[in-house]
């Protein structure tokens, strides 16, 4: 985790000169070179400025450091939702089992700032759904040691 924290702070650094924020171009670059095989439409200078102007909090035309952290936690969490996904249908297809359709978030562009609300609200969602499987599935498994006490 150390190395992880240090090359999100390195790539922040480099990409932006040492400066304290990102131009438009610098975030183009870091965009196009560092997040393409994360992110979609990482080509379309467009869609990279609708991410920048997104992410511009204060609305001073640049990332600021705190600005491309909410990035990269949005990326973060978007990428740990498609991993909790991935794992069920993983588990599922070992079961025989059908998985539960997830909706998943494949564009991570920040437009606004509130996005992240869905990722969370998607993830809990999911979390609560295992946990209710979960709670059926013991209540089957006690139900079954009990007729065969009887039995």
Same mark, same amino acid.
């Given at each position: 985790m150390?190395?992880?924290?240090k090359t999100? &702070?390195? &790539?922040f650094l ?5 400066k ?20 979609t439409d990482?080509?379309? !200078? ?29 990326? @973060?969490?978007?990428?740990s939702?498609?991993c909790?996904?991935?794992?069920? !249908? ?7 089992? !059908?998985p @539960?359709?997830?909706p998943?978030v494949?564009n991570v ?14 993830? @809990?969602?999911?979390v ?10 013991k @209540?089957e ?7 065969l006490i009887?039995?």
């Amino acid at each position: 985790m150390e190395s992880a924290i240090k090359t999100v &702070v390195t &790539v922040f650094l480099k990409s932006s000169k040492g400066k304290e924020n990102l131009g438009e171009k610098d975030f183009q670059s870091l965009v196009k070179n560092q997040l393409k095989n994360i992110l979609t439409d990482t080509d379309s !200078t467009e869609a990279v400025k609708t991410m920048r102007q997104g992410l511009d909090s204060d609305k001073d035309g640049k990332v600021s450091f705190p600005e491309y952290l909410k990035l990269i936690g949005y990326i @973060a969490e978007s990428f740990s939702g498609r991993c909790f996904s991935e794992k069920e !249908t993983q588990v599922a297809s070992s079961v025989h089992e !059908t998985p @539960a359709e997830v909706p998943t978030v494949t564009n991570v562009e920040p437009k606004d700032g509130k996005q992240e609300e869905p990722v969370k609200e998607e993830v @809990a969602a999911k979390v609560q759904e295992e946990e209710d499987e979960e709670e059926g599935e013991k @209540a089957e498994a006690v139900e079954e040691i009990g007729d065969l006490i009887r039995a």
